[in-house]
């Protein structure tokens, strides 16, 4: 069960569109469609953003969009806003019938 | 609205035992798979247990299986994470989360277990 590897930090400035990719295995994010992700603001609960890979939870920006291209997933967040400075985690169910997240990801908003 | 709130944390000695609890409102917990993910401090999420709706059958991460045991209550809606032969590495914030099919969607607030001699 080895974590879904994301980069440490993502920077961009208001406005800006930014990309955070999501690497696993075929076991992992290569075989499923169930790619979720998650968004936290220190000191709280995660809050999910994308399920399926590319599907919207009610209430969540249309800023927010998931892609997914053999066993990497992609989370682009476009019209960056300051508000969305935040730690981000990919997650994905595997074949082990566990799931498994990502390392996570630091946006900064400049 | 759906709530999860999570309770049982805690300071406790390497090799003791704790047991988590997550009540649930707005939702009947017995229709759904539910989860515990933890975070250690400073750190990313980790998938920890599952069971499923009737409480028949679970499983875990395996770095705890033989030691965490997940289990559930649907009469009181709440669910259980008993936590046995504690290690310093299992010092985290546990969260409860319900499975809205194959993602966590809520998630409660979370509850800090310290193993600490």
């Known amino acids: 069960q080895s974590a879904l590897t994301q980069p440490a930090s993502v920077t961009g400035s208001p406005g800006q569109s930014i990309t955070i990719s999501c690497t696993g295995t075929s076991s992992d994010v290569g075989g499923y469609n169930y790619v979720s992700w998650y968004q936290q603001h220190p000191g709280k609960a995660p809050r999910l953003m994308i399920y399926?890979?590319?599907n919207r939870p009610s209430g969540v920006s249309n800023r927010f969009s998931g892609s997914k291209s053999g066993n990497t997933a992609s989370l682009t967040i476009s019209g960056l806003q300051a508000e969305d400075e935040a730690d981000y985690f990919c997650?994905?169910?595997?074949?082990?019938?566990?799931?498994?997240f990502g390392t996570g990801t630091k946006v900064t908003v400049l | 609205e759906v709530q999860l709130v999570e309770s049982g944390g805690g300071l406790v000695q390497p090799g003791g035992s704790l047991r988590l609890s997550c009540e649930a409102s707005?939702?009947?917990?017995?229709?759904?798979?539910m989860h515990w993910v933890r975070q250690a401090p400073g750190k990313g999420l980790v998938w920890v247990s599952r069971?499923?709706?009737?409480?028949?059958?679970?499983s875990n991460a395996d770095s705890v299986k033989g030691r965490f045991t997940m289990s559930r209550d649907n009469a009181k809606n709440t669910l259980y994470l008993q936590m046995n032969s504690l290690r310093a590495e299992d010092t985290a914030v546990y969260y409860c989360?319900?499975?809205?099919?194959?993602?966590?969607?809520?998630w409660g607030q979370g509850t800090l277990v310290t193993v600490s001699s």
């Open positions: 399926d890979v590319t």
């Open positions: 989360a319900r499975d809205a099919g194959w993602r966590f969607d809520p």
């Open positions: 069971i499923n709706g009737d409480g028949s059958y679970s």
């Open positions: 997650s994905s169910y595997e074949s082990r019938g566990a799931h498994v």
């Open positions: 707005g939702l009947g917990l017995s229709n759904y798979w």
